[in-house]
Each structure stands twice: as structure tokens, then as C-alpha cells.
């Protein structure tokens, strides 16, 4: 990577520090196991894998790779939502480099999610293998007035949906189904594309099989995990 390069993404990263995060993060894990000094090594490798990663991404929504020699190697993945414009993609990620720094500024690894990006790095080789470690839930809090149908409906849509996404190069697809007269639920499937497109099948197989334990008769509701998430909602909410 160039100096000038490193000089503008050092100069992004100021930019947020001074003027805050714009975007909420949905969650974070960072690594507890090894942290690292200021002298460290690991320090270096790791910023230049978040430079690669800030220039990699966007234009395909999603990059990966790895940085330096063992024991101070970084391995990292960023991934956009499917429907996103570089420009978006772009800032989620500057967003997402930001505040790992500021959330997990000593840890070897970590892992966080917002609307319209995953951003992961750890120092041990986690590419190519579902990750089923981190993972959350959210749901909305109100409540469908026919859950039976409805969870029904939801899973049929996400079920096909999942389908569709391993079926593609991009491992994504967004939908919708309708519920009844001017009703829909709307929804996507996405992994992370260092998987294979039986893995991400898997992958998407498994959380939609979590649906019940956390947004059973929910309007909205997502599992996402490291590898792969399932998002629907009663609203339109990715751009066709
Ligand atoms: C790493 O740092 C965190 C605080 O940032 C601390 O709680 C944890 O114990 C540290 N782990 C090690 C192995 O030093
Ligand atoms: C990083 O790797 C360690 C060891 O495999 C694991 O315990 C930890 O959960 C990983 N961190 C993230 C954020 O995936
Ligand atoms: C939704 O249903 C749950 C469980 O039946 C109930 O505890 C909760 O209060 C309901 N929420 C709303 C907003 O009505």
C-alpha cells in the first residue's frame, strides 16, 4: 500500500475520532484472549490489514486477507450489505475501523456488525470457516396478530432466500413475500464470500432453524452471526 494511501486512511480515522461515530454499531465482540502493547508488532500488521481492507471492500462489497508473519499475523475479513453503493460501503467500513479501535483498542481480535457491514480480524487464520462462535439475535418488540401464519411465511421467504444466496457469486439475495391483501415481509440472506456456497447454505440453514428461540411472532427480526445473517422486517428496508 502507498504512503499516500496510509496517510488518507490515517487522516479518515482522525476525522471520525473528532467528530464521533455517525453510524451505530448493532454489536461487538472483541477477543478477550491475547491483547497487544503499543510495540507490539501485531500493531503494524493489523493497521495495514484495516488500510487493505478500507480499499478492498467497497468496490465489491467485500474483501479479505491477512497481514505479516507468524506469531504477529492478522487475518481480516469486511463485508457490505448486498444492495450497497461503494460510497456507503466505504464509509461503514471507515465507521467500523473507528470504533474497533475505540471498543477493543488492545485485542488481538475482534468482531463488529452494523446495518450495512460486518468488519472481523483476528490473529488466528478464521478465513473459510463458518463461524458460528460469535453470533447474536435482535428482534422488534411488537408483536404480529397471527405468529402461526406469519412465522410460517417468514421462514418461507427466508428459507428461499437462503437458497438464492448460495446460489450466487455475491452470496446474497433480498425479497419478499406477500402475507395477505397489501401485506409483505420482507427479507435477506447474505454470508461472507471467503465461505464456500455449500457452507454459506449451511450457515443459513442453521440461524434460520434459531428463528423460533428468538423473534417467534416478532414484525422484525435478525440472526447474524460471523459468517452469515438472515434479517426480515414488515417494511422495505434494502434498496432494490
Ligand atoms: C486484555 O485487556 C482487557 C482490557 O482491555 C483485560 O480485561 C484482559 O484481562 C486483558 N487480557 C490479557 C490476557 O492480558
Ligand atoms: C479470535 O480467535 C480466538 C482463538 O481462536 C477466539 O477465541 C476468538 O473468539 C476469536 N475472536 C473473534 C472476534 O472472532
Ligand atoms: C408481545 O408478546 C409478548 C409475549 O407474548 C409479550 O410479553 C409482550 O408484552 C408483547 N409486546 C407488545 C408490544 O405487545
Not at 477477543?31 to 501485531?42: A, G, I, M, Q, R
Not at 418488540?141 to 446460489?167: C, G, H, M, W, Y
Amino acid at each position: 500500500m502507498s504512503s499516500l494511501s496510509i496517510y488518507l486512511l490515517t487522516f479518515a480515522l482522525l476525522l471520525q475520532t473528532i467528530y464521533g461515530a455517525t453510524l451505530t454499531p448493532l454489536k461487538h465482540f472483541c477477543s478477550s484472549s491475547e491483547n497487544f502493547t503499543t510495540t507490539d508488532p501485531y500493531k503494524p500488521n493489523l493497521r495495514q490489514l484495516w488500510g487493505n481492507l478500507y480499499f478492498q471492500t467497497p468496490p465489491d462489497g467485500f474483501g479479505f486477507g491477512s497481514v505479516g508473519q507468524d506469531p504477529y499475523k492478522t487475518y481480516g475479513l469486511a463485508l457490505c450489505r448486498g444492495d450497497l453503493e461503494a460510497a456507503d460501503c466505504r464509509t461503514c467500513i471507515n465507521e467500523a475501523t473507528a470504533e474497533s479501535l475505540i471498543q477493543c483498542p488492545h485485542n488481538k481480535g475482534a468482531i463488529i456488525w452494523y446495518d450495512h457491514c460486518l468488519f472481523k480480524y483476528n490473529n488466528t487464520d478464521f478465513l473459510g470457516k463458518i463461524d458460528n462462535q460469535n453470533k447474536f439475535y435482535t428482534w422488534s418488540v411488537r408483536n404480529v396478530s397471527d405468529p402461526t401464519i406469519f412465522n410460517q411465511k417468514t421462514r418461507e421467504l427466508l428459507s428461499l432466500l437462503a437458497k438464492d444466496a448460495s446460489a450466487t457469486p455475491k452470496l446474497y439475495a433480498a425479497g419478499e413475500l406477500e402475507l395477505e391483501k397489501s401485506k409483505k415481509v420482507y427479507g435477506l440472506a447474505q454470508c461472507t464470500r471467503d465461505i464456500s456456497a455449500s457452507d454459506c447454505s449451511k450457515c443459513l440453514d442453521g440461524i434460520i432453524g434459531e428463528l423460533p428461540s428468538c423473534c417467534d411472532g416478532k414484525e422484525g427480526g435478525r440472526v447474524v452471526t460471523g459468517s452469515c445473517n438472515i434479517r426480515y422486517e414488515i417494511y422495505s428496508f434494502v434498496t432494490a
